[in-house]
Structure formats: C-alpha cells, structure tokens
C-alpha cells in the first residue's frame, strides 16, 4: 500500500481537526482537555506525514510505505524532547507538562496502528492459522516457570500419578516429553531401563538434557528423536511404557486418530500407556470452568506455538481401539485435570 504523505486520509482529518479546535470550538468551550491536549493528540498523525514527505522529496527516505515504528517512535522522541525539554529552557513562556508526552505518544500509537493495519491484520492471520505442527521452541525456556505460575503442582501430580503401579521396565517411550519433568525421576526409579524421548521442538529436548545433567542422570541411557508426529514412525513391539503427558490435546481429531494407531503399535503385549491431559467434566460450573479455561489455553497456544488444535478430543475411543483398556483414571483440579493408566490387553 501506497502512503499518500500529505494527502494521507488521517493526515488530511487531522489537520482539519486542528484548525477547527483552534480556531472554532476553543473559542466556545472552555475545556481544559481542548485547550491543552486534543491538539497533542493529533501531532503525529498531523505533522509526521508532512515531515516524511519532504524527507521523501529531498531522497532521505527511500521508500513509500506506511511510517514504520523507527519513524514514528523517532519522531515522537525528538518532538517531546524539543517541546518538553528544550522549549522551556529557550522560551520563558513554554512550560513542560508530561501529559503532553502522553497525548503526543497515544496519538502516535493510534496513527501508527491504522497506517499499518493491514500489515497488522496480516501478521495477525498468519498467527491465528494453525501449523500441521505447534512450534513449540519459543516457549522451551519459559515453560517451568509457565507451569509453576498458572497450574503450581497440578501437573506434576497428574504426571507422577501411578508411579507405583508402572512395572520395572527395560523400554520406555516418552512423547511430547518437553522439559523433562517425567523422564528424570522415570530414569531414577528405573535404573535399568532405556528411554526413547520424542519432542517436536529442539530446544525442549535441550532443555531436557539440562535437567538430566542437572541432576546427574545418565544421558547414555536415553535417545532423543527431534520428530514430529504423527510423520514419525517408532519401532514396532518395542516397549512396555509409553507416556504421553499433556500432549495428545495438540492434535485434531483426525491428527489424533493417526498419533495414537502409530505409538500403539510400538508397545509390546502386556504394556502400559500413561496419560495426563485436561478433561471436561460433565456438567455444572465445574464444567463451565472448563470451557473456559479451555478457551483461553487454546487461544495462547495458537497464537503462540501455531497450534493446529483448536479443542479438546478425547483420545479414548483410539487408545481402545487400538488394543489399550483403562486400568484408572484419577481427576484433579475440580476435573479439570486427569491421570489415566492404559494397559494393552
């Protein structure tokens, strides 16, 4: 999109509004707020456009774009300095106000917001639409804290659920692990036992290594796999434990159906799948609660990560289907939360 300079429309309303408060409604009303700082409001949005057409025609700006945030916030940074600062010092008459600068900024962020709205909208569509995968590298180093902050233990409790009704084991398959917190006391309690840690993100899985390093576990005993799902394709009758803790609620139901039938088909006869994930309960302001705290996880999530899923799917119906029968299901959380333990028949 083209910028029109001085005959930009918001340019043109703006100086219009000017003279017409300076020299029309100032002179009827007697309002504070007119005299002192609409015509602040209007500075940028007035004069800026003005300024970088001349700068245009002189061959100081190069292209015809919309004012950028360098030009806009520059510019708003060097009229406030000269207006709040250095006029008072030069002219007896002008006073600094810091409400001043407020007016001058909100006028600058409302131009620029609508100068730049369609490159705005644009970037906001691209945000919205979910990936065929979350991306969730961007929050690989935020996410303990993330945790401890919105949900304190709740997680780790539905995460370590059945601890003591997991058989010793010699293959574990850990998907959509992130930050680790399942497979460091996993290696602890199994010290035998082998792991196959899947993630998506590359620096979730280094984040992972960290806490193991941390804590002094074995890293020969576990391989990571940077892969995503449901493209990744595990050995088959390979291991007697597959964890999937807050990860099946990514997918879409179609996605879902694939995820669950591939990682089936890598557990042996006899072995366990464990799953933590949010639930709905069935009815009251329990299940209110959850809808919308269901709302506003999805939202974050795909703003965030490009999330492909938009809602919860439940993955029963798949898990039995692929040859898996509840042992327990446990609820936390006002049933918000659940910790479920799987076993193939």
Known sequence: MKFRYAFDPLCVAA???????????ETVYKSPFLH?????????????????????????????RPPTAPEIFGHLALWSFVSEVLGPLIFPFSVGD?????????GALLAGLWWNRRSLADSLKNALRPSPTAQFDRLARHYDWMEMLLAGSKLERCRNAFWNEIPSL???LLVGEGHGKFLAPLLARNPEARVTCVDASARMLEVTRKRLLRAALPLER???VRAELPAWNPPRSCYDLVATHFFLDCFPREQLAAVINSLGKAARPGACWLVSDFQIPEAGLKRLRARIIHWLMYAFFRVATRLPASALVSPQ???AR????RVRHVEFDWGLLCAELWKRA
Do not use: K, M
């Open 322 to 325: 692929s040859g898996f029968v």
């Open 36 to 64: 002192e700082h609409f015509d602040d409001l209007l500075l940028i949005p007035a004069a800026l456009p003005i300024v970088l057409g001349l700068q245009r025609w002189l061959g100081l700006r190069t292209h015809d």
């Open 317 to 319: 119906p798949y898990l």
């Open 222 to 224: 576990v391989e990571f």
């Open 170 to 172: 010699q293959n574990a």
């Open 15 to 25: 100086c219009l509004l000017y003279a017409g408060n300076r020299w029309l409604v």
């Open 98 to 106: 810091i409400l001043d600068v407020g007016a001058y900024a909100l």
